[in-house]
T-cell receptor, first 114, second 109 residues
Framework: GAVVSQHPSRVICKSGTSVKIECRSLDFQATTMFWYRQFPKQSLMLMATSNEGSKATYEQGVEKDKFLINHASLTLSTLTVTSAHPEDSSFYIC??????????FGSGTRLTVV | RKEVEQDPGPFNVPEGATVAFNCTYSNSASQSFFWYRQDCRKEPKLLMSVYSSGNEDGRFTAQLNRASQYISLLIRDSKLSDSATYLCVVSRSGYALNFGKGTSLLVTP
């Protein structure tokens, strides 16, 4: 089945710094990848849709200048949390796949901003 | 109204019990349907797709009623390892997945 690799799995950073999270499709090409965020005991919330070769589409309430998405190749999308603050601490997960076959998720990145 | 609604539970059942989860969706244009399983502090993992004809995978049976916009998951002979949150997911081409909030299952010895 499709494999999606996400790194890092865990990161602790200081408030005000930026963190980059990578999402790779290992055995298939993904023109579209999705970025989600999940707070404790909450459901997954879609942040943005990453489109290869074009600008990402952000959900309402998600700041595009704070959460920078780059999808420069068919196998890699990156999410950069800029000037991170403690309230950005969350579980960030990417996914890729197709609506027919289902979507595979990366293993997630647990971000803690101190 | 959320696009995908699930009973959040929790469902506490003894080992060996049969448990059923229900899910409804509001967008009649939805094309594909899935059940995902999410363990605590882990990413969701695809459990099974759901087809109109109903489908079974071992102890798991999924059913879809498009007319009622209703999806179900039946787990027979529950195991301790089945304890997790079960996410009902719907999708359509060109759109991201829509998740229910999940139903929490705890199987006890």
């Amino acid at each position: 089945g499709a494999v999606v690799s996400q790194h890092p799995s865990r990161v602790i950073c200081k408030s005000g710094t930026s963190v980059k999270i990578e999402c790779r499709s290992l055995d298939f090409q993904a023109t579209t990848m999705f970025w989600y965020r999940q707070f404790p005991k909450q459901s997954l919330m879609l942040m943005a849709t990453s489109n290869e070769g074009s600008k990402a589409t952000y959900e309402q309430g998600v700041e595009k200048d704070k959460f920078l998405i780059n999808h420069a190749s068919l196998t890699l999308s990156t999410l950069t949390v800029t000037s991170a603050h403690p309230e950005d601490s969350s579980f960030y997960i990417c996914s890729a796949g197709s609506h027919r076959d289902g979507y595979t998720f990366g293993s997630g990145t647990r971000l803690t901003v101190v | 109204r959320k696009e995908v609604e699930q009973d959040p539970g929790p469902f506490n059942v003894p080992e060996g019990a049969t448990v059923a989860f229900n899910c409804t969706y509001s967008n009649s244009a939805s094309q594909s349907f899935f059940w995902y399983r999410q363990d605590c502090r882990k990413e969701p993992k695809l459990l099974m797709s759901v087809y109109s004809s109903g489908n079974e995978d071992g102890r798991f049976t999924a059913q879809l009623n498009r007319a009622s916009q209703y999806i179900s998951l039946l787990i027979r002979d529950s195991k301790l390892s089945d304890s997790a949150t079960y996410l009902c997911v719907v999708s359509r081409s060109g759109y991201a997945l829509n998740f229910g909030k999940g139903t929490s299952l705890l199987v006890t010895p």
